[in-house]
């Protein structure tokens, strides 16, 4: 690979890896071509770029976006999805395409501008969805709201039944 053409990987990546929610790294040894490419449509339904670049080229690009603590994980042939949207969603389908495959290997992950291990990036698969996480706090602010509701109804429900009961002694009487 020339010079030229290295520089233009190292910023493509750097991009990448900054307008990115998150990223994970894989091995993917041991994959054919058309695990491969199936591996490149799935991810692409969610959104996910998947990449296969040299380690010394990840290690540059990661400098120059300020992110530290990759080399550890820099080693054998790496493939790099990049999420720009949701940080879970690479990582969960990654972890669906190891179970699935059995020769994939998470290495390690950068959220934000931090590199996380394997064990970080099973933690960040293991979250819910965006929209789980957005359902459930909408229920948790909605929670006391429906319960103020409860308590203003209440006493007209009294109301209306102590009312009902007294309609029914009337009509029993005369």
């Known amino acids: 690979m ?9 910023e493509e990546t750097r991009q990448a890896l900054e307008s990115s929610q ?23 339904k969610g959104g996910v770029t998947l990449k296969v670049i ?9 400098d120059e976006a300020g992110i530290s603590g990759l080399e550890p994980y820099l080693n054998g042939p790496t493939a790099v999805a990049f999420s720009p949207d949701d940080p879970v969603v690479a990582a969960k389908l990654l972890f669906q395409a190891a179970r699935e495959l059995r020769k994939i ?8 501008k931090s590199a996380i291990g394997p064990d970080g990036v ?12 957005l359902g459930k706090v909408v229920g948790t602010l909605n929670a006391p709201i429906q ?18 009961q007294i309609r029914q002694k009337r009509e029993a009487e005369g």
């Open 22 to 44: 998150a990223a994970v790294l894989a091995d993917y040894r041991g994959l054919t071509v058309q695990q491969m490419a199936q591996l490149r449509t799935q991810l692409a």
């Open 105 to 112: 290997e998470i290495k390690a992950g950068v959220l934000g």
């Open 122 to 133: 099973k933690e960040l698969a293991d979250l819910p969805s965006r929209e789980v996480l």
């Open 147 to 164: 319960q103020f509701v409860w308590v203003l109804n209440a006493p007209l429900g009294n109301l209306a039944r102590a009312l009902d």
């Open 54 to 62: 040299k380690n010394t080229l990840i290690k540059r690009a990661a």
């Open 2 to 10: 020339a010079t030229a053409e290295k520089a233009q990987v190292i």
